[in-house]
């Protein structure tokens, strides 16, 4: 059980254009869901927080314009790498725990590998 | 937020050998995970241990809370056991993850 993934695996896109990356959770219901990104031989790093049905809370220095979350529902938040430019190639990886205000273990997606052009 | 500190950096182990990953935390945790990222990037799961000690196969886990620090302990490696190893604490009550920097483990045969 806990298994959560994330479409697609990866991408290449031109400067300027928008990416969309979905994080599922398959076999619970996640009512809160975190997206990472990893650059290369770095460690992951918050980006957001999302719950389900309500705005994101984005970490310090993430431009949130940029970077456009939703969560519409328990098993489904998707990031949108908004006018994409070579410095958004990243490795963003999302993870999805049951529950909002309450700690319980955080399981991960294989991650989106984006090559911005 | 808090620092989370790992170490030894870098591991290099024989096929065989026993090891020890540290993670000190700067500040009290309410959850700690281990996990164990492979070649594709993938983050798998290896133990959620806020408190207490743990076994799984030849992984055993164990956190001080008190003292703020986590140990992982690998026994028998192998060379699939290769990869980098993270641990990651939260202190606030969404369960907000803060990673350390890994622990980059080789096995060689």
């Known amino acids: 059980g806990a298994v959560v993934s994330q479409h697609p695996s990866w991408v290449i896109c031109k400067s300027g254009t928008s990416v969309k990356i979905e994080c599922r959770s398959l076999d619970f219901q996640a009512t809160t869901m975190f997206w990472y990104r990893q650059f290369p031989k770095q460690s992951l790093m918050l980006m957001a927080t999302s719950n389900e049905g309500s705005k994101a809370t984005y970490e310090q220095g993430v431009e949130k314009d940029k970077f456009l979350i939703n969560h519409a529902s328990l098993t489904l938040s998707t990031l949108t790498v908004t006018s994409a430019h070579p410095e958004d190639s990243s490795f963003y990886i999302c993870?999805?725990?049951?529950?909002?205000?309450?700690?319980?273990?955080?399981?991960f997606g294989p991650g989106t590998r984006l090559t911005v052009t | 937020g808090i620092q989370v500190e790992q170490s030894p950096p870098d591991l290099i182990l024989q096929e065989g050998a026993n090891s020890t990953l540290r993670c000190n935390f700067s500040?009290?945790?309410?959850?700690l995970q281990w996990f164990h990222q492979n070649p594709w990037g993938q983050l798998i799961n290896l133990f959620y241990i806020p408190s207490g000690t743990k076994q799984n196969g030849r992984l055993s886990a164990t956190t001080v809370a008190t003292e703020r620090y986590s140990l992982l302990y690998i026994s028998s490696s192998q060379t699939t056991d290769s990869g980098v190893y993270f641990c990651?604490?939260?202190?606030?009550?969404?369960?907000?993850?803060?990673f350390g920097a890994g622990t980059q483990v080789v096995v060689t045969p």
């Open positions: 990651a604490g939260a202190t606030d009550s969404w369960g907000k993850l803060q």
């Open positions: 993870s999805a725990k049951t529950g909002a205000r309450v700690i319980y273990e955080q399981y």
């Open positions: 500040d009290s945790v309410n959850n």
